[in-house]
Every structure is written in C-alpha cells, then in structure tokens.
C-alpha cells in the first residue's frame, strides 16, 4: 500500500515539478526591437515592442529569446532584453563568463568590441609571403560574388580599393 502511495506521489511530483520550472522570467527591453514570429532577423514582425516594454522570457535560441508581450508571443534580440531577475541556474561561472567576455553554453560565443592592431603590433609586424598567398586563395571571381549575392537576394554593390598609403 505504502510503495503505490509513493509511487502515485513521485508521478504527481513529475507532472507539477516542471511546470513549476518552466516559469517565465520577467524582463523589460532595453531598446525599441521587432517580435518576430521566428528566431531570425529577415523573419515576419508580429508587432513592434518600445523600450521598457515588459515581456516574459519564455525560451532561448541562440543570440534569440522567445517572450511573451500581453497576448503576443514571438521572439526578440537577446541584446534588446534586460532580465528583470537572474536566470534559473546562475551562478558565479555566469559572473565569470560575462566578466571575461565569453558566454553561452559551448556553442556561441559571444563577444563585445573589436580588436584592432596597436602601434606596436604595427611596428613590428613582418611579411609573410605564404600567408598572403593563403589569403589570395581565398579570392573569388566577380561573377561567382555576383551569382552568390544574386542567390541571397542580396544587392551587388561595386566598393572602390583603399587608396594606396603615402609613404613617410
């Protein structure tokens, strides 16, 4: 009698228990972003939310959060999104991976800024004949680029060369 009493105690725990943990996380946006019906950013705008617009965060997807905004639901930029609570599972290894500009779970990474070359770094930098000959490797013909921009709807534009530097 006992063991049928756990055993119809440990199924209920199964069926309350996630549904506890699936609780939506309270945020508000951080700037004016789109709710698009999929996680991509050419997907269909379902409305545009302003900034400090509450929403639920419902799920993550890569760099994306399903929210839920009043009777809307729809994804949006992580980066538009500030969490009003810290996320289930945080933890000082979260602190850290802010801290040191990496993120997520092993799969993205995200990363803030851009590293350019210092004047040292400039200074002393040398030729490498086999390296611009791996780069050079990797130019394409004009009309392949044509054809791939074609392809993803995307619009040929003719960039002119840098000019050449002036010599001290």
Do not use: C, H
């Amino acid at each position: 009698m006992k063991l049928l009493f756990l055993r119809r105690l440990a199924a209920g725990l199964l069926l309350v228990l996630p549904a506890s943990l699936l609780a939506a996380d309270p945020a508000t946006l951080s700037r004016a972003d789109a709710l698009r019906d999929k996680p991509f950013a050419d997907a269909k705008v379902v409305v545009s939310l302003a900034t400090g617009a509450k929403v639920d965060i419902l799920s993550r997807n890569g760099g994306w959060y399903q929210v839920k905004s009043g009777t809307k639901s729809g994804w949006v930029r992580m980066l538009s999104v500030r969490r009003s609570t810290a996320p289930a599972g945080s933890s000082v290894a979260g602190l850290a991976s802010v801290a040191s500009g990496r993120a997520g779970t092993g799969t993205v990474s995200t990363t803030t800024g851009v590293r350019g070359l210092d004047a040292q770094e400039l200074a002393t930098a040398a030729f490498n004949e086999t390296q611009v000959a791996k780069a050079e490797g990797f130019r394409t013909s004009r009309a392949d680029a044509v054809a791939f921009a074609k392809a993803g709807k995307l619009v040929v534009r003719d960039v002119k060369p840098l000019p050449t530097p002036a010599k001290k």
